[in-house]
C-alpha cells in the first residue's frame, strides 16, 4: 500500500476554482493508477476523474471539460484542477491508489486511500 494526503480544499464561491493535491509515500509511485473519488452527504462515493500510468486520463461525465487531472512522478503527487464549480460539486474528496495502469473506475478496486479534503461551493 501507499499512504496517501489529500490537501488544497476549501470554501469557495460558484464558478471559482481549486486545486487539490495528494501527496503519495511509502512506496514507489510509478507505474500505478491514481484517481479521485467524491461523497457528497446522504450520497454514494462516486468516481471523479483517474489517471493511469503515465499519464492518460478518463473522466466522469458530470466533470468532464471543468475538472483536470494530472500528476508529477518525480514528486509522486496527484493532482485536481477543479474550474466552475458549482454547488453540486461540494463534498469531500478522496485521491485513491490502485497497483497497475488500468481503466479502474470502483472504489473497491483500489488499494490505497486518503482520508479527503472538504470542497464547499456556495451560490
Known amino acids: 500500500q501507499v499512504h496517501l494526503v489529500e490537501s488544497g480544499g476549501g470554501l469557495v464561491q460558484a464558478g471559482d476554482s481549486l486545486r487539490l493535491s495528494c501527496a503519495a509515500s511509502g512506496r514507489t509511485f510509478s507505474g500505478w493508477t491514481m484517481a479521485w473519488f467524491r461523497q457528497a452527504p446522504g450520497k454514494e462515493r462516486e468516481f471523479v476523474a483517474g489517471i493511469r500510468w503515465p499519464a492518460m486520463t478518463y473522466y466522469a461525465d458530470s466533470v468532464k471539460g471543468r475538472f483536470s487531472i494530472s500528476r508529477d512522478n518525480a514528486k509522486s503527487t496527484l493532482y485536481l484542477q477543479l474550474n466552475s464549480l458549482k454547488p453540486a460539486d461540494t463534498a469531500v474528496y478522496s485521491c485513491?491508489?490502485?497497483?497497475?495502469?488500468?481503466?479502474?473506475?470502483?472504489?473497491?478496486?483500489?488499494?490505497?486511500w486518503g482520508q479527503g479534503t472538504q470542497v464547499t461551493v456556495s451560490s
Open positions: 485513491a491508489a490502485a497497483e497497475g495502469s488500468t481503466y479502474y473506475y470502483s472504489w473497491a478496486d483500489f488499494g490505497s
